[in-house]
């Protein structure tokens, strides 16, 4: 998901606090809990995947838009990679368009959650602009904590609790997503999407796809069909809830 921003330093100064909410988004679309056939226990091992692979995870804390630069170029010049677009963090700046671009979500199988992600992520970026422009500043946490929360969202999704970095204390999804949506609802109405940002509500209330493929596999075998047959039963039901929202 691509926001735009009119500057490669406001981009990095609010890459570096957006990296807090990053595990939010991450856990209210977790979708693929499978994995060749098996249940993997996490509810987006989609992440796993993307993160076998260098310059992945969460993206570095850096100073300025220069610093950044000058870090792309060291890896391009030692022949690591060919350009900026080679970097896979969960969220960057874009290589070709002047954005900010988020990767950590996974991919949302109703169209409604999909849409409440983009309209999280774009609130989150105007919130944290705007105490950027008004010279308040956000308090950057370490990566060792956000890394915390990003595990914790990639295994549970929104089913268990995530560590509320202000506090230092664990804090349920339902507490979180209430916090989240007071903060961000006066970019939400300036924005217009008021109704897209509390959707986030109904996610939490009644999980992600990740639950419900577990759901539809639990009840596939307890009707009788072997593993293929539950785990094309998966597919059908991802099908029908992509096509609910078309």
């Not at 969220?91 to 002047?98: E, G, I, L, N, V």
């Not at 309209?119 to 919130?127: G, N, P, V």
């Not at 109704?195 to 493929?213: F, N, P, Y």
Request: a negative charge.
């Amino acid at each position: 998901m691509h926001v735009g921003l009119s500057s490669g330093e406001k981009a990095i100064a609010v890459s570096n606090a957006l990296a807090s909410y990053l595990p939010h988004l991450l856990a209210l679309s977790c979708s693929s809990p499978f994995w060749e056939g098996e249940d993997t226990g996490l509810a987006s091992y989609r992440l796993t995947v993307m993160d076998a692979l260098p310059r992945t995870g969460l993206p570095d804390p850096v100073p300025s838009y220069g610093e950044y630069t000058r870090l792309v170029d060291t890896l391009v010049e030692a022949g690591c990679l060919e350009d900026a677009s080679k970097i896979w963090w969960d969220a960057r700046p874009s290589s070709k368009y002047p954005t900010l671009e988020m990767r950590i979500a996974d991919v949302c199988t109703r169209l409604d959650d999909a849409v409440c992600i983009a309209a999280l992520y774009q609130c989150i970026l105007s919130f944290l602009l705007r105490l950027r422009l008004s010279n308040q500043k956000w308090r950057v946490y370490p990566n060792t904590l956000i890394g915390e929360n990003r595990w914790r969202a990639q295994r549970y999704g929104v089913t268990q609790s995530l560590l509320d970095l202000g506090q230092g204390q664990m804090t349920d999804m339902p507490e979180l997503v209430e916090e989240l949506i007071a903060m961000l609802m006066p970019d939400a109405e300036r924005l217009d999407c008021v109704r897209q940002v509390e959707h986030a509500r109904k996610i939490v209330a009644g999980g992600t796809s990740a639950g419900r493929q577990r759901a539809a596999f639990a009840t596939a075998t307890k009707g009788g069909a072997d593993r293929g047959e539950a785990l094309r039963a998966v597919v059908d039901h991802l099908i029908d809830e992509t096509l609910e929202g078309l």
